[in-house]
């Protein structure tokens, strides 16, 4: 246990859902981040917050859409995806920024028929 | 593009045999450098980071950071079974952003 919590685990969605993962963090860090993560593929940084501000941007599509209303609190807005956005979400927290070690909640395994 | 590039694998060893992981890196600003264990079905960890040229040593885990040939490895003495995994190799230059490797696949035969 890490002290990252994301939820929901799984998620099976079709394309013209909307859904959102949450990701909660209890180590007092202050930047939080999202990846996306294929098979066989290097983990993608989606974005990060720090202390609430969005610092990273990594030219993610719009139809993810973060959301983070105090450092503790992450959620990852979803809207109209395609299949091949199915993947494995993992949320991430480390202490500041540069060059500190991230924590890993759990992940969210998303599906999309 | 900033890369880090690892062997998918998967590399097999014995059990009690030293597994060598091997990791590089085409940024030579990096200056952070982590290795992560991720089991099947679960999230990555980290075993060990790294920021001086040599050796670091954590029980039976060893990084190994050589900036001049922009290279990192894990070495793991004393292989066990408990130990396979992918291990991923990460790099920090500077600012949020952490590059991953794809992971190298260790499987440890009992």
């Known amino acids: 246990e890490t002290g990252v919590t994301q939820t929901p685990r799984h998620l099976v969605m079709g394309m013209t859902n909307k859904k959102s993962l949450k990701c909660e963090q209890h180590?007092?860090?202050?930047?939080m981040y999202w990846y996306k993560q294929s098979a066989k593929k290097p983990l993608e940084l989606m974005f990060v917050?720090?202390?609430?501000?969005?610092?990273e941007n990594n030219s993610v599509p719009s139809r993810f859409s973060p959301e983070c209303p105090n450092s503790s609190h992450l959620f990852l807005h979803l809207h109209t995806l395609q299949p091949e956005d199915s993947a494995l979400y993992l949320c991430?927290?480390?202490?500041?920024?540069?060059?500190?070690?991230?924590?890993f909640g759990p992940g969210t395994r998303l599906l999309v028929l | 593009q900033k890369e880090v590039e690892q062997n998918s694998g998967p590399l097999s060893v014995p059990e009690g045999a030293i597994a060598s992981l091997n990791c590089t890196y085409s940024d030579r600003g990096s200056q952070s450098f982590f290795w992560y264990r991720q089991y099947s079905g679960k999230s990555p960890e980290l075993i060990m980071f790294?920021?001086?040229?040599g050796d670091k040593e954590d029980g039976r885990f060893t990084a190994q950071l050589n900036k001049a040939s922009q290279y990192v490895s894990l070495l793991i003495r004393d292989s066990q079974p408990s130990d396979s995994a992918t291990y991923l190799c990460?790099?920090?230059?500077?600012?949020?952003?952490?590059?991953f490797g794809a992971g190298t696949r260790l499987f440890v035969k009992a």
């Open positions: 990460a790099v920090n230059a500077g600012g949020f952003k952490t590059i």
């Open positions: 917050y720090s202390l609430e501000e969005r610092v």
């Open positions: 180590l007092g860090h202050n930047a």
């Open positions: 991430a927290s480390s202490l500041n920024s540069e060059s500190e070690t991230q924590y």
């Open positions: 790294i920021y001086s040229n």
